[in-house]
């Protein structure tokens, strides 16, 4: 029995419910992709599967629209897989575990994938349906979208005819993006060195934070736990030596990181006692500094007892701990021409220390071209300091704004007449990938929107209904309107 079935718009909860019984992660879409054609064999309707497993259905216009533009409509069907500790699910092989809580549909202990699931639900019931009138569907569903737009750089668009782009991949209800900031990937390696030591195993994690996206919520100043456990470290480091033996948080590049953990050895009892003050003192100095965007803050530390470990020596530790704490990290600079617009910003994503090097993720945003530039060379110099290597990936253009939109006006004059006020045009620091389907499609004219879709990257994430039934009569009454 379907949990959705008494959701309005049904025909979208229950494509939106289908496609969560799938696995969908960034880099395991091929079942959710054959899912896609199935469908579109299922309706007769054109389309094209590409290698990457990128997705284009296309349906003809219902009788009065054929000589309407035609309309794209565009989602990725990849989604972010984060869940709380004592989630058991398994992102590569289970289907997530959905439930309506009050106007909300969530997922039990993991993120729910209505970024960007909704968009998909939403086309699928477009395609299917013969109630609503509309010009030409063209609908472009991309993968790995989350982690670099990784799809739609490699798309082939040459079925489209289209020039006229629906982006369905925003989280505020009411509010149109007309331009977003580029982005790129920084992958680093810092070598380390190990020697076999005595000593007391004790285990510090940090724990309790918000996380969330690293672009829609980077203003928030949420803590990364990452960069909190270089200031973990550098005040350990002050008091007593040690050595590290395990340290990992955060994993996606794009979601802040909201817990890490590590494991150093010190050389005796006294040394544990000192360290626990200076983990006492900064709970209580972190509790304040966080009290408006991470009230539940928590480091913890316990002793695993004596043991014998391959630590990292002294010079591979205070190397580790130098990076952790002179790396940029958050919002570097607002923008001077859109208020509360945030231009730069980067996210220490991914943290992992493996047997002979230090692995991170660093994502980097800016809808500044040369500033990007800049800060990128600015964390690769810090990388090659000590004497780590990298690689860029996942680079994507800045989507830039249209100051003669055609669409805009007519997504205006749709949504006052349907809700009686006007629309919000905004610009977004999250990366979309309307730049690089810009770069594709000759002269596209494009907005991005979407329901209200609250904590997304986080187990957290929570999906508006009633916000998901009136973008659905805006989409509908949009394409209604496009007959000449």
């Not at 699931?117 to 009138?133: R, T």
């Not at 544990?272 to 966080?290: A, C, D, F, G, R």
């Not at 009569?473 to 496009?482: G, M």
Request: charged content about 25%; aromatic content about 6%.
């Amino acid at each position: 029995m379907s949990k959705l079935e008494n959701l309005e718009p049904n025909r979208v909860f229950y494509y939106f419910e289908k496609l969560a019984g799938i696995p969908h992660g960034s880099r395991n879409t091929k079942a959710i992709s054959d899912y896609l054609v199935s469908f579109a064999k299922e309706f007769d309707l054109e389309h094209y599967q590409d290698e990457a497993n990128n997705v284009v259905i296309i349906k003809e216009a219902t009788p009065g629209y054929e000589n309407a533009e035609p309309v794209i409509i565009q989602g990725h069907m990849d989604m972010v897989c984060e869940k709380t500790e004592d989630c058991t699910i398994d992102f590569e092989k289970d289907g997530l575990d959905l439930y309506v809580d009050g106007d909300f549909l969530r997922a039990k202990g993991t993120t729910l994938g209505g970024d960007d699931g909704i968009a998909v639900a939403y086309a699928l019931a477009l395609l299917e349906s013969k109630e609503y009138a509309h010009p030409r569907l063209e609908v472009v569903i991309t993968v790995d979208e989350e982690i670099g737009l990784l799809g739609a750089k490699v798309m082939d668009l040459s079925m489209l005819m289209g020039h006229k782009m629906l982006n369905i991949d925003s989280d505020v209800e009411g509010q149109f993006l007309t331009s977003c900031a580029g982005g790129l990937s920084i992958n680093a390696e810092i070598p380390v060195k190990r020697m076999t030591m005595e000593g007391i195993l004790t285990t510090i994690t940090i724990d309790g934070l918000f996380g969330g996206h690293s672009g829609a919520e980077i203003d928030k100043e949420r803590g990364n736990a990452d960069i909190l456990m270089g200031r973990a470290l550098k005040a350990i480091s002050e008091e007593t030596p040690f050595g590290l033996y395990t340290l990992k948080g955060g994993l996606k590049d794009n979601a802040i990181p909201r817990t890490c953990q590590t494991q150093i050895l010190l050389p005796n009892e006294e040394a544990y006692t000192l360290v626990s003050q200076v983990i006492e003192t900064l709970n209580v100095t972190l509790k304040k500094e966080l009290v408006a965007c991470d009230p539940d803050i928590c480091i913890t530390i316990s002793s695993e007892g004596a043991s014998t470990c391959d630590i990292l020596d002294f010079a591979s530790t205070n190397k580790i701990i130098y990076l952790l704490r002179t790396l940029p990290n958050g919002v570097q600079h607002m923008s001077m021409q859109i208020e509360g617009l945030v231009e730069t910003s980067l996210n220490l994503g991914i943290l992992e220390l493996k047997e002979e090097h230090l692995f991170l993720v660093v994502s980097l945003r800016s809808s500044v071209g040369s500033r990007k530039d800049d800060l990128c060379d600015k964390v690769c110099q810090i990388i090659e300091m000590v004497g780590g290597e990298y690689t860029i990936e996942g680079a994507y253009p800045a989507w830039e704004y249209k100051a003669d939109s055609v669409l805009r006006k007519e997504v205006a004059l749709v949504y006052e007449k349907l809700f009686g006020e006007a629309p919000a045009f905004d610009a977004i620091h999250a990366g979309l990938e309307c730049g690089i389907l810009s770069e594709k499609i000759e002269n596209l004219d494009c907005v991005s929107f979407g329901p209200t879709n609250l904590d997304i990257h986080t187990p957290m994430e929570r999906l508006s209904i009633s916000s998901t039934e009136r973008v659905w009569k805006f989409i509908v009454e949009f394409l209604k309107n496009t007959k000449e």
